[in-house]
């Protein structure tokens, strides 16, 4: 079966602190991509991770993958109210571009 | 560019109606899918297409129809509305093993 599953999928962090969100998947993908939803609105991507050991920054944000563990991290660092948000890990699993979304992690960072 | 556009962004419905949304993108995309999000369960992609006369069905395609007739353009079918159809949802592009694209969605209730 294919699936992706995210962890938390709540998250309340006090501004300055740092945490990860993990997304796990069930079978072989090196494409896995990273999305942030603000409430109401529209999917706007962060991250495309294409190989075993991709990492990419953003500002506070980090995202990695490690296709042998079928693992993606982001790592949120020293939090600011700007990044509450929904955050989704997608994975192809080279089925023809069928992207499967895990359910997302509500972000909170409390002032 | 206008990216992904949809319309309508809200529709109330009766049940046993049928109704079309529509999708259409002017970046060239060859990639376009149909996902439907609810509260707690992540995207789930309704219906696909990988260029103008491809459709294929995706996660959860029954109650739904696609067709693509132009690069541009994404129509999705409701054939005869159901409450449980009631969700917001919402188009994507994207050229192939990229991130993809998403429109303002739609929210849909279904008496």
């Known amino acids: 079966e294919l699936k992706v599953e995210q962890n938390p999928l709540f998250l309340s962090m006090q501004e300055g602190k740092n945490y990860t969100i993990y997304c796990n998947y069930s079978t072989t993908s090196d494409r896995l991509y990273w999305y942030r939803q603000d409430p109401g609105k529209s999917l706007e991507s962060l991250f495309v991770l294409l190989s075993n050991g991709a990492v990419k920054q953003e500002g506070r944000l980090m995202a990695s993958l490690d296709t042998k563990a079928r693992l993606s991290t982001l790592h949120i660092t020293a939090a600011v109210h700007d990044l509450s948000a929904t955050y989704f890990c997608?994975?192809?699993?080279?089925?023809?571009?069928?992207?499967?979304f895990g359910t997302g992690t509500s972000l909170t960072v409390i002032p | 560019n206008a990216g992904v556009t949809q319309t309508p962004k809200f529709q109330v419905l009766k049940t046993g109606q049928s109704m079309t949304l529509q999708c259409a993108q002017d970046m060239n995309h060859e990639y376009m899918s149909w996902y439907r999000q609810d509260p707690g369960m992540g995207l789930r992609l309704i219906h696909y297409s990988v260029g103008a006369g491809i459709t294929d069905q995706g996660e959860v395609p029954n109650g739904y129809n696609v067709s693509r007739s132009t690069t541009e353009d994404f129509p999705l079918r409701l054939l005869s509305a159901a409450p449980s159809q009631t969700s917001v949802y919402f188009c994507?592009?994207?050229?192939?093993?990229?991130?993809?694209?998403f429109g303002p969605g739609t929210r849909l209730t279904v008496l």
């Open positions: 994507a592009s994207s050229f192939r093993g990229r991130e993809q694209f």
């Open positions: 997608a994975v192809d699993f080279n089925t023809g571009n069928q992207f499967y």
